[in-house]
T-cell receptor
Framework: AQTVTQSQPEMSVQEAETVTLSCTYD???????LFWYKQPPSRQMILVIR??????QNATENRFSVNFQKAAKSFSLKISDSQLGDAAMYFC????????????FGKGTSLLVTP | GAGVSQSPSNKVTEKGKDVELRCDPI?????LYWYRQRLGQGLEFLIY????????KSGLPSDRFSAERTGESVSTLTIQRTQQEDSAVYLC???????????????FGPGTRLTVL
């Protein structure tokens, strides 16, 4: 089974600054999908960004971008110009492209944004 | 509806009682997923429904857990003889097709927080 590791239980960033959240994963597959989800106190999981493993180019969504290093099995999330509304739990998730439909989640990183 | 809805939002029950959790997926989504989130943990997959196919129950932790879905609509997750370790947030998600090769986004509901006393 694939495992997803988020080594930072908590991170803090000042408003308008940049922060990077780390994620590594373990897989023997060559094709898969990676996701970052945000979970605010409302509990609603919100998709932040998605990366397909066969694509070399790093995904970007406005202030959110990823650094996808396939050989290193690393998938970090960079949040630029941090805003107070970015404060939440962030989960990295893996999904196989061959079998199964479920997302395998890491344990999450709690992001605190200070004024 | 506009999004995935779940009810109840919170449920407190006594050990040994049965509970039913409900999920209304986004209209038109054929795939539906249940996940469990224990305190301080990521989400664990429980069960997956795709259209009229047999569900994938591989994530259910014990035979006390079961789920049903009528067609492509509402799903209910039932936990029988609840135990304290069942306390968690139960999240439901739906997606358009849910096939392995699809890049469909899973849209999540707000979850049901279950507390077993």
């Amino acid at each position: 089974a694939q495992t997803v590791t988020q080594s930072q239980p908590e991170m803090s960033v000042q408003e308008a600054e940049t922060v990077t959240l780390s994620c590594t994963y373990d897989t023997s597959e060559s094709d898969y999908y990676l996701f970052w989800y945000k979970q605010p106190p409302s509990r609603q999981m919100i998709l932040v960004i998605r990366q397909e493993a066969y694509k070399q180019q790093n995904a970007t969504e406005n202030r959110f971008s990823v650094n996808f290093q396939k050989a290193a099995k690393s998938f970090s999330l960079k949040i630029s110009d941090s805003q107070l509304g970015d404060a939440a739990m962030y989960f990295c998730a893996y999904r196989s492209a061959y079998s199964g439909y479920a997302l395998n989640f890491g344990k999450g990183t709690s992001l605190l944004v200070t004024p | 509806g506009a999004g995935v809805s779940q009810s109840p939002s919170n449920k407190v029950t006594e050990k040994g009682k049965d509970v039913e959790l409900r999920c209304d997926p986004i209209s038109g989504h054929t795939a539906l997923y249940w996940y469990r989130q224990r305190l301080g943990q990521g989400l664990e997959f429980l069960i997956y429904f795709q259209g009229n196919s047999a569900p994938d129950k591989s994530g259910l932790p014990s035979d006390r857990f079961s789920a049903e879905r009528t067609g492509e609509s509402v799903s209910t997750l039932t936990i029988q003889r609840t135990q304290q370790e069942d306390s968690a947030v139960y999240l439901c998600a739906s997606s358009f097709t849910g096939t392995s090769r699809s890049t469909d986004t899973q849209y999540f509901g707000p979850g049901t927080r279950l507390t077993v006393l």
